[in-house]
């Protein structure tokens, strides 16, 4: 089958500037140049009122639970009705995204008529509403009294959320695409999707927009004067509990103020945590700029992703391309990217102390850190392109429609 009679509408939640979002339009935009005839479907394609009324709606039920944690956790009862659409009318195949902030509702894949592809870009599709589980199992067995509720019932939310989604996905053969070996690890765990159909395709990143800046005036260009070697830590949301920021700040207390300045970049709720610790730092914000967050990795000696679960590390693979070596936790989905001492450091799970320990190993020397840098590049140029990730969809969209 000719790549340009396949037709695929992308299902896409969530705003234009989150990273599941960003993630999406890249694997379509790669796809497009592929030779698939690639659609988009999102929030724009609703009014602004009914996208904000879904939103509240999807909220709603979790006002059930006055002393919820403060974490991200979906419900999928409300959505966005596309059945009607010329764009979902014209598709052969729908690849269902990142789906929520109520622009999803479960149940309308039982009306869906063509087949489907679900890209994972984090726990939700097989938990009881939450985006990341955290220290919670209940989404391997049966999930009820939530901690992220904190409910003490075993039918709760949760458990309502979970037994909707095995409802919804059987007999439907939906193929689920995961983007990392820890992903399809929690998948096959997950008691919604252990009998599903379940692969990794390793993500693709903008090669040509991460390289390493040569500027020597980087610093002054961010107003940042300091002789001091720079750690670099940032995120969307850094602070999210999934992010594992208490982790960094932990490693904070083992590390020397004299030799080290702080570079922040992302959205934080507080920084009262990080001027306990005595580090000249400055918080660069939420930064949408792809030039400025290529020159920001450029700038850093290392860059710390403390995660301690995650879809896929994007911040990672574009420190790499940068040249910029990686001291990250281990058991994590970074385990596909980064290799301990060859691309950066591995610490053990949750031990500040030896995440300390890694990013002095990686700053003491600059020969060390340089080949280090360079083949992480290497290893993210050869691995995570976009060729190998369409090669891979395309494949599976017609393995699909000759079934």
Not at 223 to 241: S, V
Not at 242 to 257: A, H
Not at 284 to 310: C, H, M
Not at 374 to 397: A, H, I, M, P, T
Request: proline residues 3%.
């Amino acid at each position: 089958m000719d790549n340009k009679k396949i037709n695929v509408l992308h299902i896409v939640g969530g705003k234009i500037n989150s990273g599941a979002f960003k993630g999406a339009s890249l694997l379509i935009k790669d796809l497009n140049n592929f030779g698939i005839d690639t659609k988009i479907l999102s929030e724009k394609h609703s009014s602004i009122f009914l996208n904000h009324a879904r939103r509240i709606l999807d909220k709603t039920p979790k006002l059930l639970y006055p002393h919820r944690e403060q974490s991200s956790f979906s419900t999928g009862l409300v959505g966005y009705n596309f059945l009607n659409h010329p764009l979902y009318k014209e598709a052969d195949i729908i690849h269902l995204n990142w789906v929520n902030n109520g622009f999803f509702n479960i149940s309308m894949l039982d009306k869906i008529n063509k087949p489907i592809v679900w890209t994972i870009r984090d726990m939700w599709p097989f938990t009881g509403g939450c985006h990341y589980s955290l220290s919670c199992n209940n989404f391997e067995d049966e999930c009820g009294k939530c901690p992220q509720l904190k409910s003490k019932k075993k039918r709760d939310l949760s458990s309502l959320i979970q037994n909707r989604k095995i409802k919804y996905y059987k007999d439907k053969k939906i193929h689920f695409i995961v983007n990392s070996k820890w992903m399809y690890k929690m998948a096959r765990s997950s008691k919604v999707l252990k009998n599903e159909n379940v692969e990794v395709f390793f993500p693709s990143f903008d090669l040509e927009s991460f390289y390493r800046e040569k500027n020597e005036d980087i610093k002054k260009l961010l107003n940042i004067n300091t002789k001091k070697k720079i750690i670099l830590c940032g995120a969307q949301f850094i602070e999210a509990k999934y992010k594992g920021f208490q982790y960094f700040l932990d490693s904070l207390e083992f590390l020397d103020p004299e030799k080290y300045f702080l570079v922040f970049f992302g959205n934080f709720w507080s920084e009262k945590d990080i001027e306990k610790r005595g580090f000249e730092y400055v918080n660069l914000g939420f930064i949408n700029d792809v030039k400025k967050l290529r020159t920001i990795y450029s700038l850093a000696d290392v860059f710390v992703a403390p995660s301690i679960q995650e879809g896929f590390p994007k911040t990672v693979a574009e420190s790499l391309l940068c040249e910029t070596p990686v001291v990250y936790f281990s058991n994590t989905a970074v385990d596909d990217v980064c290799t301990h001492k060859q691309t950066g450091f591995a610490a053990k799970l949750f031990d500040g102390r030896q995440m300390a320990e890694g990013i002095n190993w990686v700053t003491e020397s600059k020969l060390r850190s340089d080949e280090l840098g360079k083949n992480g590049k290497s290893v993210v140029q050869n691995s995570f392109n976009s060729n190998l990730l369409c090669n891979k969809y395309v494949n599976l969209y017609k393995k699909i429609l000759k079934k």
